[in-house]
C-alpha cells in the first residue's frame, strides 16, 4: 500500500487479529469514516478515519499506526455489481467504472454515456433501487461539472424523478438540488476537518459557499460566524433552508454575489475557505487583505499530476503573494484524483503578517 501522494486520507493500521474489536470502538466512537472503504490485506487491516485527535485514547489497548493511505471511495456494493456482470456479460467491463454517490434518498451515478448503452444504466438504475431501500431516485451524472455554478448534466435513471433531497454528513443536515447547485458528498470528510480547527468566536468568510456544508459544518461544531457568498441565488436559497433546518451553535450570514466584491474590510477573519479548485488561487492576493494576521485561507486547486504537487503549489503561491505578505504553508497535500490526469490540491496557508 501507497502513502501519501495519490488519493491520501487518514487511517489506521491494525493487525488482523484485532480488526473487529478495534473497528467495534471506532463506530462507537464515530471516527470510522462513511465515504471510504476498509482495505483488508492478509495480514493487516486499514480503517479510514474522521479524525484523529482522541486515537491514542480510543486505541490504546491496540497495535495501531496512525498515518495516511490510499483509501477508495466508498461504492457500489460488491452484490450489485455481480448482478450486473452476470445480466450484461457483453459489456466491456473493463472499461467501465460505475462511480456512485448516495445523496439523501438520490442515488447518483458516473457511467459514461459514450461507453455505455442506455439500457444498461437504466438495468444499473433500477438494480440500486432495489438494492438500497433509502433510495428513491437514481441519477446519472451524465458529462462533466462546467459554467461558473458547477453544476452538471443529469439523466434521469430510475424511480422518482427528484433532483433535491437532505443529505447528511456527520450529523450535518445539506438541502441539496442537483439541477440547480453544485454539491459533492465525496467531501464530506474535508468539510468535517476544517470544522474542527474552527474555534468558537471565529469570523470565517466561505467564499464561493456553494449549498453551505463548509459553512453548516463549522457553525454546527462551534460558536463561530461564517459569512457565505455564492453567486448562484439557488445555492444560497438551498442555504438558507438548511440554516432554519439544523440546530448551530454559531450564525452564518449567507449572500448571493460576487465573491470578489468584498471591500472596505481589512485584516478581519480568522479563516477564509475559498473551494473553486479552476481558479481559487487567482483570488489569494485578494484574500490575503481580507484575513487577520495569523489567520487562515484554506484552499482547494486543481493541477495536473505530477511528482512533486507540493513544490508546484508553492511556486504559485509564492507568485501570487511574492513579498506583499509573510505566510506559512500548513498543509498541502493531494486531496482526491478528479480525472486521470488532474488531482485537486488541499492547501492551509498561514497568514503571518499582511500588507
Ligand atoms: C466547487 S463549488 C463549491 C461549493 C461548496 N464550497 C462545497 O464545498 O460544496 C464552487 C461554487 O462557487 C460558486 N461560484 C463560482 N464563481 C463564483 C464567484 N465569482 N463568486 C461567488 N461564487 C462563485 C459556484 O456557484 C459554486 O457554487
Not at 480503517?47 to 483509501?71: C, G, M, R, V
Not at 460488491?78 to 448482478?83: H, M
Not at 454539491?183 to 476537518?193: D, G, I, K, Q, Y
Not at 485584516?267 to 488561487?281: E, G
Amino acid at each position: 500500500m501507497k502513502l501519501i501522494n495519490e488519493n491520501p486520507s487518514l487511517g489506521v493500521k491494525l493487525p488482523r487479529i484485532q480488526a473487529e474489536n478495534s473497528r467495534l470502538q471506532l463506530i462507537k466512537a464515530g471516527l470510522l469514516s462513511k465515504t471510504k472503504k476498509i482495505i483488508r490485506n492478509h495480514n493487516y487491516v486499514y480503517f479510514p478515519i474522521t479524525d484523529s485527535s482522541n486515537i491514542t485514547k480510543i486505541l490504546k489497548d491496540y497495535e495501531y499506526q496512525l498515518d495516511y493511505f490510499d483509501f477508495p471511495e466508498e461504492n457500489l456494493k460488491p452484490k450489485v455489481i455481480d448482478k450486473l456482470r452476470s445480466s450484461f456479460p457483453n459489456e466491456p467491463w473493463n472499461e467501465i467504472s460505475i462511480k456512485f454517490d448516495q445523496i439523501g434518498e438520490i442515488g447518483l451515478l458516473r457511467l459514461d454515456p459514450q461507453k455505455t448503452t442506455r439500457e444498461f444504466r437504466i438495468q444499473v438504475g433500477n438494480e440500486i433501487l432495489n438494492s438500497y431501500p433509502k433510495i428513491t431516485s437514481v441519477l446519472n451524472k451524465s458529462d462533466i461539472t462546467e459554467g461558473i455554478n458547477r453544476i452538471f448534466p443529469i439523466e434521469h435513471l430510475a424511480g422518482e424523478k427528484k433532483f433535491e433531497s437532505w443529505h447528511k454528513e456527520y450529523g450535518v443536515l445539506i438541502k441539496v438540488d442537483l439541477q440547480r447547485a453544485y454539491f459533492n458528498p465525496r467531501l464530506a470528510e474535508e468539510h468535517r476537518r476544517l470544522s474542527k480547527e474552527v474555534k468558537s468566536g471565529d469570523r470565517i468568510l466561505d467564499l464561493f459557499a456553494g449549498v453551505g456544508p463548509f459553512s453548516l459544518h463549522c457553525a454546527k461544531a462551534t460558536n463561530c460566524t461564517s459569512i457565505a457568498v455564492d453567486i448562484n441565488p439557488y445555492a444560497i436559497q438551498n442555504l438558507t433552508t438548511s440554516i432554519n433546518r439544523n440546530k448551530l451553535n454559531g450564525t452564518i450570514i449567507p449572500i448571493i454575489g460576487d465573491a470578489g466584491s468584498i471591500f472596505g474590510i481589512k485584516n478581519y477573519f480568522d479563516r477564509i475557505i475559498m473551494n473553486l479548485p479552476d481558479s481559487s488561487i487567482e483570488y489569494l492576493e485578494y484574500s490575503m487583505n481580507l484575513v487577520k494576521n495569523g489567520g487562515i485561507i484554506t484552499f482547494y486547486q486543481f493541477i495536473r499530476k505530477m511528482d512533486k504537487p507540493d513544490e508546484f503549489i508553492s511556486a504559485l503561491i509564492s507568485k501570487q503573494l511574492g513579498k506583499k505578505c509573510d505566510y506559512e504553508i500548513l498543509t498541502c497535500r493531494v486531496g482526491r484524483e478528479v480525472s486521470p490526469s488532474k488531482v485537486q490540491m488541499n492547501v492551509d496557508l498561514n497568514i503571518l503578517k499582511n500588507g
